[in-house]
């Protein structure tokens, strides 16, 4: 008997018992769309964590100014005016810290924008021309500002999305003036959207000018942020380390127990929030590993009932000729087409929840291609698997016996 | 026609089982026939013994030949063991000891698979119950012994219409068994043991099933059958019925008692 004819025969064994063919997908399909979705939403997760990280910029050390004390009145963190712009010149120098790749001090102010009708509150920054790499953001029109213009403190400005949609310069913005507390400064750029929705502060609401330019009008020389990015990840501590040493020189403070500034690491959150992420979704997927295995179960129980109720069938097909081999064929076809059918028909219900779900609940959920191929192949092997010892009980049965019973 | 093999005409042999007693097996009946040819079916001092409590011996040395081309039926009481027979002739069961020759080779010792060989090739059934698919239409039960040969679905399809055709059925081809009286459905039952031109026609109790119009129906394609040359082995428990064979054999406690044979 042909490979084709075989699978004819078990195609036409599921045909006739349509109800219960489809109970058994129904089980295996629902284990199979529960392992993609669950995989998903963790992947999703994921991605959500690594756009968070990179919305900030990648291998960041954050340095901000320490509380300040008058006598013995100690002031909140951050209070203090400790951090300066020459400070951020010194950390920038490879001789005493190599493994910072880049630094980028940062004043914040709120000011009003001004443009033709349109005015907008948001966040102006001050920084250097290392803030974009620093802060892993890009240019989407126009350009940032020059190293000349950063010397020559000059009033040019570049905008985030939502504010340069906020002031209607949509349409053409580069060249354009805006007023900052009624100074004017000519639009050079606009950034590209962070890509991140998570963070609490909108990373698209902003406005950055040169550094020089942002001390001239504020007439102050201190910093709130500098932002210090690592060669790599596995030089973070080494450059947290340099950092620290450099800057309680520069401040001539001998224990470190006093320092003005702390330095934090972006890293250590998200390693946090990755471990949460990770310990999820083992546990989604163990139960999701525990559905699929009771649709198994399930695919055995039903290729059981299917042997026993058909045993005069595969009786009659042995006594016309039927090797046991053939038999066992048939059914370990039966049982992997079930298996399969349950894998496709999941494969799609995921595919479709992974479009549907994430407008009830806030997590994404991220559908990979292998990860979809994989449950489809993981379905036909569950099929097989628990078809064989049903098969092989088909295969067994001796004719007579079989035609024997009533 | 028959393969050549060793020659054994003596129904005296035997294996030496436990318990099988060194008995000549009964006349077969050949008186007056001039057999030139080796016998298609042999039975040598066949036993079958089921192991339980105590043992039951179904089959108490068993010998036979029977020739191609024989209409024989075998006739007994329920519970004589013919049933037993009938199994191990179409190589449905084995023996417990004593040699089946079919066709010249022995059976007694073949594998499942070697078996299930000998059944789709040399014999064709005709049960009591039919035993057809339900779910397939006539044509298709018709061919499945040559789905199982690895004929190809053109000459299956061929071979079937052409069975159907002789058993008169060959405008119910598309039906399904339900839709099928009774006789109509032991045709398809016939037609399928003829598609492959087995060797021997083996049909247990045939009859059983189906009132008297279908039963002298389905007796008269046996008739037809054995007239075209075939070998026919009918076993019922209806002297009326094993009347219409050219051939008759009485079974009783498991072995063949006596001989007869009719004008038909």
């Known amino acids: 008997m042909s490979f084709f004819e075989t699978v004819r025969s078990g195609l036409e064994a599921i045909a006739t018992h349509r109800m219960r063919s489809g109970l058994t997908v129904l089980g295996i399909l629902i284990g199979i769309a529960a392992v993609i979705l669950t995989v998903g939403l963790g992947e999703g997760a994921t991605a959500s964590v690594n756009s968070a990280i990179n919305s900030l910029g990648t291998n960041l050390l954050i340095v901000t100014p320490g509380s300040s004390s008058t006598g013995l009145v100690r002031g909140g963190a951050g209070s203090a005016d400790t951090l300066t712009y020459a400070n951020a010149q010194d950390l920038a120098n490879k001789k005493d810290c190599p493994d910072i790749a880049g630094v980028a001090p940062q004043v914040s102010a709120f000011a009003t924008l001004v443009a033709g009708s349109q005015n907008w509150t948001t966040t102006v920054y001050g920084s250097t021309t290392q803030w974009l790499s620093v802060r892993g953001r890009s240019i989407a029109e126009g350009s940032w500002f020059t190293p000349s213009q950063m010397s020559h403190a000059g009033n040019v400005v570049v905008l985030g999305q939502t504010t340069a949609q906020e002031l209607g310069l949509t349409f053409n913005p580069i060249g354009q003036t805006v007023n900052i507390d009624n100074v004017p400064f000519t639009v050079i750029g606009v950034l590209n959207s962070s890509g991140s929705s998570s963070s609490a502060q909108n990373q698209d609401d902003l406005a950055v000018v040169p550094l020089t330019t942002a001390e001239e009008v504020t007439g102050s020389t201190t910093v709130s942020t500098i932002y210090l990015q690592a060669k790599s990840q596995s030089t973070l501590d080494a450059a947290d380390q340099e950092a620290t040493n450099l800057l309680l020189q520069l401040h001539g403070i001998t224990n470190p127990t006093e320092a003005d500034f702390t330095i934090t690491s972006e890293s250590s959150l998200v390693s946090t929030a990755t471990s949460v992420d990770r310990t999820l979704t083992v546990l989604l997927g163990g139960i999701a590993a525990i559905s699929l295995l009771v649709g198994g179960i399930g695919v055995m129980n039903i290729m059981l009932v299917s042997v026993t109720e058909r045993v005069r069938e595969i009786g009659l097909r042995k006594a016309l000729g039927a090797t046991p081999g053939v038999i066992r064929r048939q059914f370990l076809i039966e049982a992997s087409t079930l298996g399969l059918a349950g894998g496709l028909a999941g494969a799609a219900l995921g595919i479709i929840g992974a479009e549907v779900i994430p407008h009830f609940i806030s997590n994404k959920i991220s559908i990979s291609g292998f990860a979809t191929v994989g449950a489809v192949i993981v379905a036909v092997a569950i099929g097989i698997i628990f078809g064989v010892y049903p098969a092989s009980r088909a295969a067994r049965l001796a004719p007579i016996e079989a035609l024997r019973s009533e | ?264």
């Open chain 2, 1 to 264: 026609m028959v393969a050549p093999g060793p020659q054994a005409n003596s129904s005296s042999s035997h294996t030496g089982a436990p318990g099988a007693p060194l008995i000549t097996g009964p006349a077969t009946g050949l008186a007056g026939r001039q057999r030139t040819e080796r016998p298609v079916i042999e039975f040598q001092n066949v036993w079958k013994t089921y192991q339980s409590a105590e043992p039951v011996y179904a089959l108490r040395g068993v010998s036979i030949k029977i020739y191609a081309g024989e209409y024989l039926s075998i006739i007994g009481p329920s519970g004589s063991g013919k049933s037993t027979f009938m199994h191990i002739l179409g190589c449905l069961d084995t023996p417990t000891s004593g040699r089946y020759l079919l066709a010249g080779s022995d059976v007694s010792k073949m594998d499942e698979e070697a078996l299930a060989e000998v059944r789709n090739r040399r014999i064709g059934f005709v049960f009591q119950q039919f035993h057809l698919l339900p779910s397939l239409s006539a044509w298709r039960n018709v061919e499945l012994p040559l789905l199982y040969a690895g004929v190809g679905r053109q000459e299956r399809r061929a071979r079937a219409m052409s069975a159907l055709e002789q058993v008169g059925l060959a405008n119910r081809s598309s039906h399904h068994p339900n839709q099928l009286s009774g006789g109509q459905q032991q045709r398809v039952a016939v037609a399928r043991a003829l598609v492959t031109e087995p060797d021997v026609v083996l049909a247990d109790e045939p009859t059983g099933n189906l009132d008297s119009h279908a039963s002298a129906d389905v007796l008269s394609m046996f008739a037809d059958m054995h007239k075209a040359g075939r070998t026919v082995v009918l076993i019922t428990h209806e002297n009326d019925v094993a009347a219409a064979a050219e051939r008759i054999m009485r079974f009783r406690d498991g072995k063949f008692v006596d001989a007869e044979e009719t004008a038909a």
